[in-house]
C-alpha cells in the first residue's frame, strides 16, 4: 500500500511538473542563444521562473521555497525538464549545489541567512579550487592566503573556474600554512568578485564557447568572518563541495542525451542514409548504450534511496556517461559530413547536444575530464567496486626511470 501510494504521489507531481512545462518551458531557446548577453538573459529568467513555480532547488531543505523534496521526487523533476528539452541551468548550477550545500553543512547560521536568499534572488557563484600547477592535484593549491588581524589578504591564480567571468562570488581554497600535510594546510573562504585586487579573465575554447574563466588575486582582503569551518578544515569543507552534485546531475545528463537521439535519426534520413547497415548498426549500438546509461543512473539513485549506496557507484554512471557522449557526438559528427565541420554559431548553454555536431564533439572531450578522468573512474572503480589492489604510491618504470 506505502509504495503504491509512493508512485501515485510521484505521478501527481510528474503531472504536474509537465504541465507547467507546457505552459511555462522556453520555446525557440536555441536559435536565440548564440551570443553571451542572450544566454545570460535566458538563464537568469529561466532560473527565477523555476525559482517562482518551486522548481529549481527540489534538493534544499524544507524551510526554503520548493525544497524538501526526497530524491525520487527530484528525479521526476529532472526527467521532466530533461523531457521538456529545457535549458540547464548552468549559470546557477555552481550556486544552487556547490555553494549552497556547502554553506548548508558548513556555514554559520549569519553565513546562510546572509548568503541563501541571494542565491534563490539569482546571486551567481563560481568554484576558486583548481590552479595552474594544482588541476587534478586539489592539495596541490598553493594560492596564499595569510592573516592580517580580522582579514585575510590572498595573492594567487584560479584555472578554470565555471562562469567565473560572470559570477558575483566565489568558493576559493586558499593555503594558510605549508606545515604538516598539505591538506592540513588549507582554508576556505568565500569571496566577493567585487572585492579590490580580483581580476577575471574568460578563457576562449576552442569550439567557440567560453565556459570558463582564470582569476588572478592580488592582495585581495576577505574578512574573516567569510571563512567557512576552522582555518586548516578547507580540505574537508572542499569535500562537501564536491560531493554536492553526484547522482542527480547524471541522471539528468543521461536523460537528456537520451531525449536527444531523434537528432541523429533526422540527421540518417536527411543524409538518405536510411538504409545503410552500417550507420542503421551503429545507430542501434548508441541507442543501446544510451539506454545503459541510463538504467545505471536509475539504479544508483535506486541503491542512494535505499542507503546501499557504495563508493564507486557514481564512477560507473559518470565513466558510461562521457564513453556514450563521445559516441553520440562523433556519429553525429560522421553523417554531417564536411558541412558539420564548418564553423557555426554555437547555442550557448546547450548541453552536449546542441546539433553542432563539431562545437558538441570537442566539447565531449571535457566530460571525459571534468569531475574526474576516465582514469581516475577505472581505478576507483577496480579498487573500491572490484577489489583489486590499490595502484602502488610510488613506483618505477624498467631500467629505474621514475
Given amino acids: 500500500m506505502e509504495a503504491g501510494f509512493l508512485t501515485e504521489a510521484l505521478e501527481t507531481l510528474r503531472h504536474e511538473v509537465r504541465t507547467w512545462l507546457e505552459a511555462n518551458a522556453p520555446g525557440g531557446w536555441r536559435v536565440s542563444c ?219 545528463l543521461s536523460a537528456r542525451m537520451r531525449g536527444a537521439l531523434w537528432r541523429i535519426g533526422d540527421l540518417i534520413r536527411e543524409t538518405g542514409r536510411d538504409n545503410d547497415a552500417g550507420i542503421l548498426r551503429d545507430f542501434g549500438r548508441l541507442a543501446t548504450r544510451v539506454d545503459a546509461t541510463c538504467a545505471l543512473a536509475d539504479q544508483f539513485l ?6 546501499q549506496e557504495r563508493v564507486g557507484d557514481a564512477s560507473l554512471v559518470k565513466l558510461s556517461y562521457s564513453r556514450t557522449l563521445r559516441e553520440y557526438t562523433l556519429l553525429g559528427l560522421r553523417l554531417g559530413g564536411i558541412d558539420a565541420q564548418y564553423h557555426t554559431p554555437i547555442t550557448f548553454g546547450g548541453g552536449m547536444e546542441t546539433g553542432n555536431w563539431m562545437a558538441d564533439f570537442m566539447n565531449s572531450y571535457a566530460w571525459t575530464i571534468a569531475g574526474g578522468s576516465d582514469e581516475v573512474q577505472r581505478n576507483i572503480i577496480s579498487e573500491r567496486l572490484l577489489g583489486m589492489p590499490r595502484e602502488p604510491k610510488s613506483w618505477t618504470l624498467a631500467g629505474g626511470a621514475a
Fill in 302 to 307: 535506486a541503491n542512494r534511496i535505499a542507503g
Fill in 34 to 252: 548564440t551570443s553571451h548577453e542572450a544566454f545570460l538573459d535566458m538563464q537568469r529568467g529561466w532560473f527565477a521562473k523555476l525559482a517562482e513555480a518551486g522548481y529549481a532547488v527540489p534538493h534544499w531543505p524544507a524551510e526554503w521555497p520548493g525544497g524538501g523534496r526526497g530524491l525520487a521526487e527530484q528525479k521526476v523533476i529532472y526527467e521532466e525538464l530533461a523531457r521538456a528539452d529545457t535549458p540547464r541551468l548552468l549559470l546557477s548550477f555552481m550556486s544552487t549545489y556547490h555553494a549552497a550545500c556547502t554553506l548548508f553543512e558548513w556555514g554559520s547560521e549569519a553565513q546562510q541567512k546572509q548568503y541563501i536568499p541571494r542565491i534563490l534572488e539569482g546571486e551567481i557563484w563560481c568554484q576558486g579550487f583548481s590552479e595552474p600547477n594544482a588541476g587534478s592535484d586539489l592539495a596541490g593549491v598553493r594560492t596564499r592566503a595569510e592573516r592580517q588581524g580580522d582579514v585575510y589578504v590572498v595573492n594567487g591564480q584560479k584555472l578554470w573556474s565555471t562562469m567565473g567571468q560572470f559570477a558575483d562570488k566565489c568558493l576559493l581554497l586558499v593555503r594558510t600554512s605549508s606545515e604538516g600535510a598539505k591538506q592540513a594546510g588549507l582554508t576556505y573562504l568565500l569571496l566577493d568578485l567585487k572585492s579590490k585586487g580580483v581580476t577575471a579573465r574568460p578563457i576562449h575554447q576552442i569550439h567557440g564557447d567560453e565556459e570558463f574563466a582564470e582569476l588572478f588575486l592580488d592582495n585581495v582582503e576577505i574578512p574573516v568572518e567569510d571563512r567557512l569551518g576552522e582555518e586548516g578544515q578547507g580540505w574537508a569543507v572542499a569535500q562537501s563541495t564536491l560531493s554536492s552534485e553526484r547522482g542527480l546531475t547524471l541522471l539528468e
